[in-house]
Each structure stands twice: as structure tokens, then as C-alpha cells.
């Protein structure tokens, strides 16, 4: 059995309303502001089918509304459709996150027979071969597109992903006219975070600022003109920012990742705290890790704060920002976020950012475990 939330702190905590399932790090694309560790888990250490199912009951108890199933490529799992048929079965919202470019038709109807919901297709660029170099996979844009064409005939709602950084935001306006042209329901443009891969490609990625506030101002216009046909959601860079965002709607508060192995998570890049401690699904119970995991509650709410966050009006807004950011570049999780105006941090966070989307961009380190190994 899974002990009950207790304490004052713990009764707050609702259940979390996504769980994030990383099937697996395997993925045929080698995209270089990728979400991943550089750490990338061996397909030897994924955790198999029956504790994926079990994982899922139990997330269907605690109360989870929404699995998104992702990696990686998700797609490489051959269990797909069993995790799918029995997320479906205990009443989750599925949205598969797939780079498309190894789905057939012929699945992705079985996917849909079984319960799948939804579908989101990353895209690189709108510029074919700009989206393969960036991918570093051949013709795979054209295959990505045809899945999407595929989605929209099996009636399936379709969000475009489009990660947006200084090799391919000059091209926003044909990327939101693609998604139009695909059908897509949703566009998320989301700027890179740096963190795992895109920290180590940052050089790369970092747009100016200038470009990043003439895309804000162009999503706005296509907001309003696609009202109805559209939605575009918006993703800043923290960089550019003067308050940070909450990350993952606030540490512990609304949602859980699963790695591949199995180690529960509060955000994609937690692992990178080093004084953090991960239990893992395999020999702790969902419910227990949600309420009780020293992790989850390590930066849950406000105690935790510093100043000037614990005195902030915004405390309860932004709940600190991004742990793993004040990390990166302070070298302390648990500091102001450097995006925040009110760090001490803030201006040099700022110049850092001009400094490098001044420089020509390098060359990609592209997403695989040989360029891990020279890091």
C-alpha cells in the first residue's frame, strides 16, 4: 500500500495531471538541443513492458490525466501498443511525441484503434534540408510531413512541435504556415532550453535578441490572425527573459518523468543536480515517490526559497524558476534563477547570451553517444 500524504506540506500537493514516459533514449534523429541527458540510458537498462504497465495502473489511481509518451523515439518500442491499449483501458489521455520518420501508416491506425489520442511531430525547420541537417538524418523531414498527412486522415488531433534557436527561427513564418497547411490543432514554438544537449550546443542555438523579440511579435500577429484555425503556444528563451518560468508548472506540483530505466523525475534535467537522490519505479510505488520522495520535496513550494524569491509576490507564481538552470550557471540549484531581474546573476546571465548569438555559430556537437564521450 502507498502511504497517504500527512503532513500539511503533503496535503497541499494534488496528484500530478501528467506523467512524462521516456520509453526510451534510442532515437534515430541526433537533434543537438536535445531534451536527454548526455547520459544517454542503453536500450539494456530500459524497463520492460510488465513494470511499464504496472506504472500506469498505478498512475491511473493516483489520479494522472495525461501520459505522454516520448523518448528518444518512442516509436522503437515494439510494446507500444500494449502500453497504449492499457493507458487507454485505466483512462489516461495519450499523446504519442514522435519524431515520425520510423512510423508506417499501418501502425500508426493500430495505435489509433488501441486508444491513442493524439500525435506530436517534431519538426527541425519548414526548409527541408535546413530540418535535415539539423536532424542529421536524411529525407527525414519529408517523412515526418507524410505522418502528419497520415494523422490528420485518421482524425487525430495533431500538435506540431517546432523548437525554434538562431539556425532556423528566421524561417518562423513558413513553419506556422506549414502547420496550418498540415492541419495541425496546435503549434508549440518553443525557443531551445539549455540544458543536456542544447547546453553543450549553446553557442549554436542562441538567437539574438532581437530575433527572439521579433518572433514574439510575429506569433502574436499569427495569434490573432489564425484565431480559430490555430493555436499557437509560446515557449521563451529564459536568457531574454526578465522573470523565469515555472519549471514544469512548479517543481513536484504537477508533473512526473519517467526515464527509461525507471528513475522518477520532477523535470527532464533533475538528474544534473548532483545532491539529488532518485527513486526508482521499479522497487517504489508512484504515489510514494509523488508525496514523499525527498527529490519531489526538495523544491516543492516556498520554504525552500532564498531571498529574494522568499519575500518575491511572484513566489507563488514562478515557484523559482528552473532548479537546473540556477545550476548550470551559478553552480547551485538552489539560488535565484539567473533569469529572474532580481538575481545577482541576471545581468552577466544576459551578457552571456548576447556574447555567444554574437559569435558565428559553431558547428552542431549532434545527439549521439560517440560526441558524449568527447564532452
Known sequence: MSAAPTTPEQLAVRAPIGLLAELTHRCPLQCPYCSNPLALERAGAELPTDVWLDVLEQAGRLGVLQLHLSGGEPTLRRDLE??????????????????????????????????????????????ATSADRIAHYANGHARKLQVARWVGALKLPLTINAPVHRQNIDN??????????????????????????????????????????????????????LKGVLLIDFVVPDYYARRPKPCMGGWGRGSINITPSGKALPCHAAETIPELAFDNVRSSRLADIWFHSPAFQR???????????????????????????????????????????????????RQAAEHEAGEPARQFVFRNPRSAAHL
Open 299 to 349: 523544491f516543492r513550494g516556498t520554504a525552500w526559497m532564498p531571498e529574494p524569491c522568499r519575500s518575491c509576490e511572484f513566489r507563488a507564481v514562478d515557484w523559482g524558476g528552473c532548479r537546473c538552470q540556477a545550476l548550470a550557471f551559478a553552480g547551485e540549484a538552489g539560488v535565484t534563477d539567473p533569469a529572474c531581474a532580481k538575481s545577482a546573476l541576471h545581468e552577466a546571465f
Open 82 to 127: 500494449e502500453i497504449v491499449a492499457l493507458a487507454a483501458k485505466v483512462g489516461l489521455y495519450t499523446n504519442l511525441v514522435t519524431a515520425g520518420v520510423l512510423l508506417t501508416r499501418e501502425r500508426l491506425e493500430r495505435l489509433a484503434s488501441l486508444g491513442l489520442d493524439h500525435v506530436q511531430v517534431s519538426i527541425q525547420d519548414a526548409d
Open 172 to 225: 518562423l513564418p513558413a513553419i506556422i504556415d506549414l502547420a496550418v497547411g498540415l492541419g495541425a490543432h496546435r503549434l508549440e514554438v518553443a525557443h531551445v532550453q539549455y540544458y543536456g544537449w542544447a547546453l553543450a550546443n549553446r553557442q549554436a542555438l542562441m538567437p539574438t535578441r532581437r530575433q527572439v523579440l521579433d518572433s514574439a511579435e510575429l506569433l502574436d500577429r499569427a495569434r490573432e490572425r
